[in-house]
């Protein structure tokens, strides 16, 4: 693949309600989109990161600056015979894995067209129906999440997860379950409490959780170790996890039971895939998380699920859910039974709509290859 031209656009996207986790409240999306040509074939990545450095290190505007001033300017002109060979590429620059994915996963998308496969096929992908769950943000009261609750039920969903915060968490989490005794309920803490808060978490347990995901610090895989030995309920790790290196950390230490996988946070496909892998062998089920993408991060999210070590619900869930209207035909669906659909055309799968994006954007960068004189 030789990569002739690569486009970055910053498109501003409103969700249809705020979303609030411990770390805060998103309304509106700056989300980067990378589009790359090479051997002629247009490919498309998105970069999850938010809009400030709450959740992990990246903003859009330290993926905007990585990637126009040493990722693309680095990559223009030069032949890749495989999206696998992309980290290579970028392993000098440290860290920035939310800019990385958005570059890699649009060469993956290239690459599937090119053998004119489905992306989750190349990838290895074995399922051709996903099960998808949904992450409901912190509400005013018990009360109105209950309702939310049973509104995504009703829509087919097989898991919900609820975000939880200090002082909104205990109460939240018993009247769900007081409702849906039965239900596959699991909570997302981001990282708002502290091992000071043992004896308070460990009361989650009588409410059968799937699991606890990342209740303790984003950088801190030995705090969950300790956590994990004196709670029954599983902690799934979420912020800590960059790479299969960090999971194999995290195994080790039995820091987690279970592992979310998002594509952004590890830096695309290749090591997404190697991490699912090495929890495959492993017996630690992974599941994909979500960062509030458009179309094309959630694309690349419905291939990645297709892989064998998915054995989860993941946070993958369908458009309307969070936009009136998605960048990608046809928006994204979800079935009574909450599964999606796997596209069996080549590449992504989805169209982009190019036209609603060009009206969204609202800055741009290109890098063009120089043509050989002959
Ligand atoms: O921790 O999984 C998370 C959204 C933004 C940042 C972090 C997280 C989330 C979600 C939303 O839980 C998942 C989604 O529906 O996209
Ligand atoms: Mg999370």
């Known amino acids: 693949m030789k990569i002739e031209s690569i486009e970055l656009r910053e498109i501003r996207m409103q969700l249809k309600s705020p979303f609030e986790t411990s770390f805060g409240t998103t309304l509106n999306r700056r989300i980067l989109l990378v589009e790359v040509i090479a051997d002629g074939v247009a490919g498309w990545g998105e970069v999850t990161a938010g809009e400030t450095p709450a959740y992990n290190s990246e903003t859009t505007d330290t993926a905007w600056h990585v990637i126009s001033d040493f990722i693309a300017p680095s990559l223009i002109g030069k032949s890749v015979a495989k999206a696998s060979d992309f980290p290579a590429l970028v392993s000098p620059i440290r860290g920035h894995e939310m800019a990385k994915s958005g570059i890699e996963n649009a060469l993956w998308d290239i690459e599937a067209q090119i053998n004119k496969i489905p992306l989750w096929k190349l990838l290895g992908g074995t399922m051709e129906e996903i099960a998808c769950g949904v992450s409901l943000g912190i509400r005013e009261n018990p009360v109105s999440l209950v309702k939310k609750v049973e509104e995504e039920l009703r829509s087919g969903y097989q898991r919900i997860k609820l975000k939880i915060k200090p002082g909104k968490d205990l109460e939240y989490v018993a009247a769900v379950r007081k409702e849906f005794p039965k239900?596959?309920?699991?909570?997302?803490?981001?990282?708002?409490?502290?091992?000071?808060?043992?004896?308070?978490?460990?009361?989650?347990?009588?409410?059968?959780l799937l699991m606890m995901e990342q209740p303790l610090s984003w950088d801190d895989i030995y705090a969950h170790s300790k956590l994990q030995a004196q709670i029954e309920t599983a902690i799934c790790l979420d912020e800590c996890i960059h790479n299969t290196r960090q999971a194999l950390t995290a195994i080790e230490l039995k820091a987690c039971r279970i592992i979310n996988i998002k594509l952004g946070r590890?830096?695309?496909?290749?090591e997404a895939r190697e991490l699912q892998g090495v929890c495959h062998n492993?017996?630690?089920?992974?599941?994909?998380?979500?960062?509030?993408?458009?179309?094309?991060?959630?694309?690349?999210?419905?291939?990645?699920?297709?892989?064998?070590?998915?054995?989860l619900p993941g946070d993958v869930s369908a458009s309307r859910r969070y936009w009136n209207e998605d960048i990608i035909e046809p928006a994204v669906e979800v079935t009574p039974q909450g599964t999606i659909r796997v596209p069996q055309t080549s590449g992504l799968g989805f169209t982009v709509k190019r036209d609603l994006i060009e009206r969204l954007a609202v800055r741009r960068n290109r890098w063009s290859a120089q043509r050989a004189a002959n």
Do not use: Q
């Open 183 to 208: 239900i596959r309920l699991s909570v997302d803490a981001n990282s708002a409490y502290t091992l000071e808060d043992t004896a308070h978490l460990k009361k989650l347990d009588e409410y059968k």
């Open 266 to 270: 590890v830096s695309g496909h290749t």
């Open 282 to 311: 492993r017996n630690i089920p992974v599941w994909c998380g979500g960062m509030l993408e458009a179309g094309i991060g959630r694309a690349h999210n419905i291939a990645m699920s297709t892989l064998p070590g998915f054995t």
